[in-house]
């Protein structure tokens, strides 16, 4: 190639090339392997470049600028292509992404904490308010403090009420929540006014009975202590927890850490004491014991039961959790099946 006349003919091909080959071009990808084709040092133009070697030297000039103004007009017209090419890539981008607002939602299902998890919450709720603070205790503890110390030596007749496993002759698995109080009487002055809650262990197993399930302790100590401190607050609690409207009764009943003791019934929530299959005719239903802390035990912890008296109250979770919700197995709480479990409880 030497003649200019043929160089601006090859030029104008080119052109025309350039042109043709964009309106086909359908991706930046494949704008920029074109621009390649034409503008790398090897490309089509490029190679226009190469041949000026063999220009005779008074046509070089000339020929240069010819080869530099198609360069020039090439890199435009690519920038310009890949600008459509971006554009029109990001416009079918939106449109993949466009989102149909009008489609119905994929359905969520969210979860609830267990229906025991809710009652202890619950619990915890009706007596934070009265000024009750929760004390966590230990699943292991000593004969000492599940048994002893709460007035029930080895050879007492009340350790049949409970049947206990035995770690080894010194531990075993809490029978009751109220070991608690006496770790808390051991290392707090009165005023006292604490909320256990936890899991206690016992060797029975049927529809209304687990071998684990969980209590909820209460005490307080403080001078001038009585039962009717003891009613008022459950009261309260009662209204809270089963409704408006609800009353207690207590009647006397015997444990060993309480003197006197009492099973608190509280009025049928379900036909408001008229007798139904809930409160199996009598109109009340068992919720809890309770009592007047024993002398003995403030003694067994350092505290003058001559100057302070205590009221004690402990109750199943699980029984509560049944009466509210409507259950008559307690194994359905314990199950995990997430069909049952889904259906217990108060919904959020
Ligand atoms: N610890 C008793 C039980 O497991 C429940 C109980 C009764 C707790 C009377 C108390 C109480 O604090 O005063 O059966």
Redesign the pocket.
């Known amino acids: 190639m030497a003649d200019l006349n043929e160089l601006r003919q090859r030029a104008e091909k080119i052109r025309e090339e350039i042109r043709k080959n964009a309106e086909q071009l359908t991706s930046s990808k494949a704008a920029y392997e074109a621009r390649k084709n034409f503008l790398d040092k090897k490309g089509v133009i490029g190679q226009l470049m190469q041949d000026m070697k063999s220009v005779p030297a008074d046509q070089k000039a000339e020929y240069g600028k010819t080869v530099n103004e198609l360069k020039a007009w090439a890199s435009e017209r690519f920038e310009e292509i890949d600008k459509k090419m971006r554009q029109r890539e990001l416009e079918l981008r939106y449109a993949s992404e466009k989102i149909d607002i009008t489609m119905p939602p994929v359905k969520m299902v969210p979860g609830h904490l267990h229906p025991v998890t809710q009652v202890r919450e619950e619990l915890i709720d009706i007596f934070a308010s009265m000024g009750f603070e929760v004390y966590e205790g230990t699943e292991i503890e000593t004969d000492y403090y599940n048994f002893t110390a709460l007035n029930t030596p080895q050879d007492h007749p009340a350790r049949d009420m409970?049947d206990t496993f035995y770690l080894s002759p010194e531990f075993l698995l809490r029978?009751?929540?109220?070991a608690g109080?006496i770790h808390v009487m051991e290392s707090k002055k009165p005023p006292i006014k604490i909320l256990s809650p936890g899991k206690?262990f016992r060797s029975d197993d049927d529809a209304t009975h687990s071998p684990m399930f969980s209590?909820m302790?209460?005490?307080v100590v403080d001078k001038k202590i009585t039962l009717s401190d003891l009613k008022g607050m459950l009261d309260v609690f009662v209204q809270k927890i089963f409704g408006e409207g609800t009353t207690t009764r207590l009647r006397p009943s015997y444990?060993p850490?309480?003197e006197p003791?009492v099973e608190v019934d509280c009025s049928c929530f379900s036909c408001g004491g008229k007798g139904c299959s809930l409160c199996k005719g009598t109109g009340w239903i068992e919720v809890l014991?309770?009592?007047i802390v024993n002398r003995k035990v403030l003694e067994n912890c350092g505290i003058d039961p001559d100057e302070y008296s205590g009221l004690?109250?402990?109750m199943g979770m699980e029984r509560i959790a049944m009466l509210k919700y409507g259950i008559n197995n307690i194994k359905l709480l314990f199950e995990s099946d997430l069909q049952v479990l889904e259906q217990i409880g108060d919904q959020e």
């Open positions: 409970q029978t009751q929540t109220s109080q206690v209590q302790e209460g005490l444990f850490f309480t003791s014991g309770a009592g004690a109250f402990g």
